[in-house]
């Protein structure tokens, strides 16, 4: 694994996938203020104390239904109450159908690495834990929707991230051999997909992964911004 540390260059391997599939959040999108405000508020209405922020951000990253069950246990895994979480879920997705994208924004360098990508005729796809009705309108109102060929969301398939399904089936929709393919991602779900599916994997330094560091789980090359990704591509 590679590390790019100060913004230092290095003679380091150069990656040419002919297809570069991209998460959203915590690798395009910071999302998470607008999914703590939602969780904060869901809290309010079950009459429980808020979380915060900072304690949200080491939740996100495995499809709302997660979210909701971490919010409600107060941990990354344990055991949800069945009663409370069917309680739970349909205020959640009523309060972020309302704040999908009111205080989430790109991530620095993000639009530049994209504008980089196509410039150089890359494959740009989209796959996602993240679904479908969330999805659309958050790449839509930050402007990116149309970057991507195709957009996988979690509820798209049957399987999501860490499957290797949804990367599979966007290699396929391409017709692309998954050997020459490669996810941008921040999430050891990314990584353990990434490896199951064939594809090389670049991992941001930012992202979401429960409060673990990203160089942990092995990635191909960890970076701080997609404004970098012009020297390894």
């Not at 405000?37 to 209405?45: A, I, K, S």
């Not at 639009?111 to 958050?138: H, S």
Request: aromatic letters at 10%; proline letters at 5%.
């Amino acid at each position: 694994m590679y590390i790019l540390l100060n913004n230092t260059k290095r003679n380091m391997k150069k990656f040419n996938p002919k297809l570069i599939i991209i998460d959203v959040d915590g690798t395009l999108v910071d999302s998470a203020p607008d999914l703590a405000y939602c969780v904060d508020e869901l809290m309010v209405t079950m009459g429980r104390e808020k979380w915060g922020e900072e304690k949200v951000r080491h939740w996100v990253g495995n499809g709302v239904p997660k979210l909701v069950e971490r919010s409600l246990i107060g941990e990354l895994e344990g055991t949800v109450n069945k009663s409370d979480y069917n309680q739970a879920y349909p205020i959640f997705l009523n309060l972020y159908a309302k704040n999908t994208s009111i205080r989430s924004s790109l991530y620095p360098g993000v639009r530049e690495g994209l504008d980089y990508m196509q410039a150089q005729g890359y494959t740009l796809g989209c796959v996602t834990n993240k679904a479908e009705q969330f999805t659309l309108p958050i790449l839509k109102k930050l402007g990116i929707f149309n970057d991507f060929g195709l957009v996988i969301s979690g509820d798209t398939l049957e399987k999501k991230k860490p499957d290797p399904l949804p990367l599979l089936h966007a290699a396929e929709f391409f017709d692309i051999n998954p050997k020459n393919a490669m996810m941008l991602g921040d999430s050891i779900s990314d990584v353990k997909a990434s490896r199951a599916a064939g594809f090389e994997i670049i991992c941001m330094s930012y992202g979401y992964n429960h409060g673990n560091d990203i160089c942990d789980a092995n990635p191909d090359l960890v970076i701080d911004s997609m404004a970098e990704l012009k020297y390894y591509l």
